[in-house]
Nanobody, 113 residues
Framework: QVQLVESGGGLVQAGGSLRLSCAASGGIFRFSTAAWYRQAPGEQRELVAHISTAGTIKNYADSVKGRFTVSRDNAKNTVFLQMDSLKPEDTAVYYC??????WGKGTLVTVSS
């Protein structure tokens, strides 16, 4: 069983930055792909960024390309999401996902205009 705990969310002004972290328990993290999703109020959950097992392949939603950066530290069982140039439309609950199977409880990001 894998448990994921996100942190780093909060309130930030438009143009600001936040760094989300997701710490994973269990031994499969370093052998698993990871991803960040988000869900805004009244919207469906959407994929924000995906990272391969070794961290060499990264994919992003068009809406965040050039502003968000996903990374991972397999030695610390942690995946990160650096979010820069934040916009009000980035406001959502952000969820960590591992192996397309395990989910964290989410962390709220609110971007004020």
């Amino acid at each position: 069983q894998v448990q994921l705990v996100e942190s780093g969310g909060g309130l930030v002004q438009a143009g600001g930055s936040l760094r989300l972290s997701c710490a994973a328990s269990g031994g499969i993290f370093r052998f698993s792909t990871a991803a960040w999703y988000r869900q805004a109020p009244g919207e469906q959950r959407e994929l924000v960024a995906h990272i391969s097992t070794a961290g060499t392949i990264k994919n992003y939603a068009d809406s965040v390309k050039g502003r968000f950066t996903v990374s991972r530290d397999n030695a610390k069982n942690t995946v990160f999401l650096q979010m820069d140039s934040l916009k009000p439309e980035d406001t959502a609950v952000y969820y960590c996902n591992v192996r397309e199977t395990y989910w964290g409880k989410g962390t709220l990001v609110t971007v004020s205009s």
